[in-house]
């Protein structure tokens, strides 16, 4: 059985919590978030570790009810925003000796995913959107560069109807994962401009 670790769920015990003020509390819960990840990587038998990445609203909490909660591994939901905080994360993980993974999920439609964002009871600013998903693309791409031995898999996720479906990409060679994250890359305004369509 998986090892989650949530941020969002971390933050709905922080005293004076609302989901409408969710933002104010993120910074928190993520610290905390980080602080309980690395005491469970330190001390669980678990040897496996999933980095989950991807912007707000990008599906990476339903793809693990689906696909990771039944498995013998230490999760953290989270969206990999900046390269320094993915290396200490990464580097701290080889440390204890552990395997570590990415799992990266990307929304196929951005306007898709703006609007689920919109309609989710955690509130966040439009712009705070926006910047995650460009960041979290960059940081990606940053990992797949520096550190060659840690695996990567994409998952891209599409509505059907009212249902979110999962699709892995597969990659031949790390290469292609790589020439296929630099054609990827959205800045903050391709971001806005793809929503506004």
């Not at 909490?61 to 013998?72: H, M, R």
């Not at 964002?117 to 797949?144: Q, V």
Request: charged fraction near 30%.
């Amino acid at each position: 059985m998986a090892i989650l670790i949530s941020a969002d769920d971390i933050k709905k015990d922080l005293p004076g919590y609302t989901p409408n003020r969710s933002e104010e509390f993120h910074h928190e819960s993520a610290r905390l978030a980080d602080k309980k990840f690395y005491e469970i990587v330190e001390t669980s038998k678990l040897e496996r570790i999933i980095l989950l990445s991807g912007g707000p609203a990008s599906g990476k909490t339903e793809y693990f009810s689906e696909y990771l909660i039944n498995q013998d591994v230490i999760v953290l939901d989270g969206i990999l925003p900046t390269e320094q905080g993915a290396g200490i994360k990464i580097n701290r993980i080889k440390k204890s000796g552990k395997k570590v993974e990415i799992h990266a999920v990307w929304p196929e439609d951005f306007k898709q995913a703006f609007v689920a964002f919109l309609n989710r009871d955690r509130k966040f600013s439009d712009k705070y959107f926006y910047e995650k998903h460009s960041s979290a693309r960059k940081t990606l791409l940053w990992i797949a560069k520096n550190y060659p031995d840690v695996g990567i898999k994409l998952i891209k996720n599409a509505y059907l109807g009212e249902d979110l479906s999962f699709t892995q990409l597969e990659f031949a060679e790390k290469t292609d994962i790589l020439a296929y994250l630099e054609e990827n890359q959205y800045t903050v305004d391709d971001i806005i401009k793809l929503v506004s369509e």
